[in-house]
């Protein structure tokens, strides 16, 4: 690899602070994509599944800048609801929806089920894309239930209605950021991205 940046391809804030300080330990430089002047782009993340939209996202600000680019599509997948949002989590309740209004539809689709049913997952999956052509893609998850009410004010997303196992029914957004960085679904994919990582670049 011609240099050491690495361009988070996101425009959403809170993830970008949170792969940021993630990666704080990392020996590469970030950039985010207002540092690579394409805070306006607008990409199609129109894959059926996190792999596929994690990937569109890399390569398409890979080629763009010219600078490997590690990108993530994450979501909530609830067992009761088929799985879903998954890979509509951010837009559950309209293209241009707000988290308040994804988790208003959550709980009313999941009104009056028993918390034994309203077993959930978080997902996240992040694809690295190289300027030599080679990508790849790493996958964490992150089990729990997905409570009654809005718990918590550090999350965001559906952070607030889903309680991980073995934190006694407390939310993400309760857990707070630093406690939830050490086990997040996203923790959990860098940890493998930097594993892959590490052999990769190792190997030029």
């Known amino acids: 690899m011609k240099d050491n940046i690495a361009v988070i391809a996101t425009g959403n804030p809170h993830k970008l602070q949170e792969i940021g300080d993630i990666l704080k330990n990392f020996s590469l430089e970030i950039r985010s994509m ?35 680019t590690i990108a993530d599509d994450s979501g909530l997948e609830v067992e009761y609801l088929d799985c ?25 689709l999941l009104e009056d089920v028993p918390l034994a049913k309203r077993r959930a997952r978080f997902v996240c999956v992040i694809a690295v894309a190289m300027p030599n052509g080679e990508h790849f893609t ?16 550090e999350g965001f997303g559906y952070d607030p209605l889903f309680m991980p196992r ?20 996203r923790a959990k994919a860098l940890e493998q991205m930097q594993k892959v990582l590490s052999k990769r670049l190792g190997s030029e």
Do not use: C, W
């Open 34 to 68: 207002r540092d690579v002047h394409l805070e306006d782009l607008e990409i199609v993340e129109d894959g059926t599944s996190f792999e596929e939209n994690a990937l569109i996202k890399a390569k398409t600000v890979m080629e763009k800048t010219g600078h490997m």
């Open 84 to 108: 879903q949002p998954g890979v509509y989590s951010s837009r559950f309740a309209g293209e241009k929806a707000t988290d308040e209004e994804n988790n208003e539809k959550l709980l009313k």
């Open 138 to 153: 790493v996958r964490g998850e992150l089990y729990g239930v997905i409570g009654f009410e809005l718990k918590g004010k």
């Open 166 to 185: 073995e934190y006694n029914g407390l939310s993400l957004a309760e857990i707070g950021s630093q406690e939830k960085n050490k086990i997040s679904h």
